[in-house]
Nanobody
Framework: QVQLVESGGGSVQAGGSLRLSCAAS????????MAWFRQTPGKEREGVAV???????IYADSVKGRFTTSQDNTKNTLYLQMNSLRPEDSAMYYC???????????????WSQGTQVTVSS
């Protein structure tokens, strides 16, 4: 069992920055991949970034160069640093734990409660 507790959401103006945190607990060794997803009403969940225990990452094209995901393995904490935010980045953001190095949400079986990010223009 893995528990993911997410924090750091909020409202920010376009061009601003925000950092999300995701604290993991439980049997995290069985879930070597962590990821960030986002979802807006009426749309399917979208992969944002994935990271493995070695720090390798995958980013969605829409966030490359602006978002950075990282982890502190000693604290079992995942981070998403979001810079140069745009209104289209507004979404409910989720962190997730899974078993594949992919941004396909079905490969992730543990999810945070989500945190809202709102970017105003």
């Amino acid at each position: 069992q893995v528990q993911l507790v997410e924090s750091g959401g909020g409202s920010v103006q376009a061009g601003g920055s925000l950092r999300l945190s995701c604290a993991a607990s439980g049997d995290t060794y069985r879930r070597v991949y962590m990821a960030w997803f986002r979802q807006t009403p009426g749309k399917e969940r979208e992969g944002v970034a994935v990271i493995d225990r070695a720090g390798r990452t995958i980013y969605a094209d829409s966030v490359k160069g602006r978002f950075t995901t990282s982890q502190d393995n000693t604290k079992n904490t995942l981070y998403l640093q979001m810079n140069s935010l745009r209104p289209e980045d507004s979404a409910m953001y989720y962190c997730a734990a899974g078993t594949s190095f992919t941004m396909v949400p079905t490969y992730f079986d543990y999810w945070s409660q989500g945190t809202q990010v709102t970017v105003s223009s």
